[in-house]
Nanobody, 124 residues
Framework: QVQLVESGGGLVQAGGSLRLACAAS????????MGWFRQAPGKEREFVAA?????????YNTASVKGRFTISTDSVKKTVYLQMNSLEPEDTAVYYC????????????????WGQGTQVTVSS
């Protein structure tokens, strides 16, 4: 099992920044793929960004994040970060950290482990 704990959410004004963190513990070798998803009220869970511990190459939902978000890892701390800049009210959602070993980084099915989520609210 892999345990994921998110932190760093909160309330921010439009144009501001937040950095989310996801601390992984347990059998982390079984979750090489780490991703961030978000879910706004009444909407489906949406892929935001992903990265692999083994390659450190990032993937983004460019239509949504538009170069504003950056995913990164600290392999020593086993922590994945999501730096979010130029936040917009449309970014308001619960952000989830996920871990897995699937091939398709944008699919929920590629992730077996999920955190509890952290709320991000962007005011206009």
């Amino acid at each position: 099992q892999v345990q994921l704990v998110e932190s760093g959410g909160g309330l921010v004004q439009a144009g501001g920044s937040l950095r989310l963190a996801c601390a992984a513990s347990g059998r982390t070798f079984s979750a090489d793929l780490m991703g961030w998803f978000r879910q706004a009220p009444g909407k489906e869970r949406e892929f935001v960004a992903a990265i692999r511990w083994s390659s450190d190459s990032p993937w983004y939902n460019t239509a949504s994040v538009k170069g504003r978000f950056t995913i990164s890892t600290d392999s020593v701390k086993k922590t994945v970060y999501l730096q979010m800049n130029s936040l917009e009210p449309e970014d308001t959602a619960v952000y989830y950290c996920a871990g897995g070993s699937g091939d398709y980084v944008g699919s929920i099915r590629s992730y077996a482990y999920w955190g509890q989520g952290t709320q991000v609210t962007v005011s206009s």
